[in-house]
């Protein structure tokens, strides 16, 4: 599971409702719930933030957690 399925499962989201208020394919959005690999796009995070009405900062910071700079020699 991704983080952004980790996030739309504590949350309780229906992805079927995500999907017709965003205009995401339902297999596009079980892919970037379930897949690690998919690439999650920008106007998509944005979309589905306002779909479940949170920040897309929020959103954006969950699902990014953990990814760092590399670290300079």
């Known amino acids: 599971m991704t983080k952004l399925g980790e996030y739309l499962q504590v ?12 205009g995401l394919s339902k297999p596009r959005l079980s892919e970037l719930t ?8 920008v106007d998509e995070l944005y979309l589905i933030a306002l779909a479940i009405d949170v920040e897309p900062c929020k959103l954006f910071e969950f699902v990014c957690e953990g990814i760092k700079l590399k670290t300079q020699k």
């Open 11 to 22: 949350k309780s989201v229906n992805k079927s409702e995500v999907s017709r208020k965003t």
């Open 34 to 41: 379930i897949n690690p690999t998919a690439k999650l796009r």
